[in-house]
T-cell receptor, first 114, second 109 residues
Framework: DTAVSQTPKYLVTQMGNDKSIKCEQN?????MYWYKQDSKKFLKIMFS???????INETVPNRFSPKSPDKAHLNLHINSLELGDSAVYFC?????????????FGPGTRLLVL | EDQVTQSPEALRLQEGESSSLNCSYT??????LFWYRQDPGKGPEFLFT???AGEEKEKERLKATLTKKESFLHITAPKPEDSATYLC??????????FGTGTQLKVEL
């Protein structure tokens, strides 16, 4: 059973397009996250939702819009894709948003913008 | 702002050759230091959490230690299957994980 799953695994698209990445967790966790890992393997948080409420919103272009339809799902929609958006996007979840909670990561979505 | 620096960037070991990876951090009020392992093409896999200086945790050939300024991941008698990128992250008062850029470990026969 996959704990944190993401679709699609690979995404190749043209500049200016709009795309979405989906994430689902079956761990019963309350908190979910989106991270971006760049070409230098640096992993940086973008957003966090706790019980469908946005709690962390880092300095991310407003072309990126997360949506959490329920506690088990967190989707990421990206408008007007740019070359610099090419990266691996990871979804993660934790039991709750308390400081001691461990985050568990999905397999990643590899986005390439041409 | 929280900062994490990992060294070395890359490490090549012979099977059985023990070594240590370093994670230096600057954080306002450390709430936890996390070690993850990341295999190529996969997401980070949780290894350990350390909460206070002096704490140690072990799992198979790995042992993580923590001081007030840094953490070490000791690898004893590594095997080829230990080859991966090891990521260190800290959580401070802002309750978000700040990652280092990782140490890419290659263990050869």
């Amino acid at each position: 059973d996959t704990a944190v799953s993401q679709t699609p695994k690979y995404l190749v698209t043209q500049m200016g397009n709009d795309k979405s990445i989906k994430c689902e967790q079956n761990l019963g966790h309350d908190t979910m996250y989106w991270y971006k890992q760049d070409s230098k393997k640096f992993l940086k948080i973008m957003f966090s939702y706790n019980n469908k409420e946005l709690i962390i919103n880092e300095t991310v272009p407003n072309r990126f819009s997360p949506k959490s339809p329920d506690k088990a799902h967190l989707n990421l929609h990206i408008n007007s894709l740019e070359l610099g958006d090419s990266a691996v996007y990871f979804c993660a979840s934790s039991q709750d948003s308390s400081v001691r909670e461990t985050q568990y990561f999905g397999p990643g979505t590899r986005l390439l913008v041409l | 702002e929280d900062q994490v620096t990992q060294s070395p960037e890359a490490l090549r070991l012979q099977e059985g050759e023990s070594s240590s990876l370093n994670c230096s951090y600057t954080v306002s009020g450390l709430r936890g230091l996390f070690w993850y392992r990341q295999d190529p093409g996969k997401g980070p896999e949780f290894l350990f959490t350390l909460y206070s200086a002096g704490e140690e945790k072990e799992k198979e050939r790995l042992k993580a230690t923590l001081t007030k300024k840094e953490s070490f991941l000791h690898i004893t008698a590594p095997k080829p299957e230990d080859s991966a990128t090891y990521l260190c992250a800290v959580k401070g008062g802002g309750n978000k994980l700040t990652f280092g850029t990782g140490t890419q470990l290659k263990v050869e026969l």
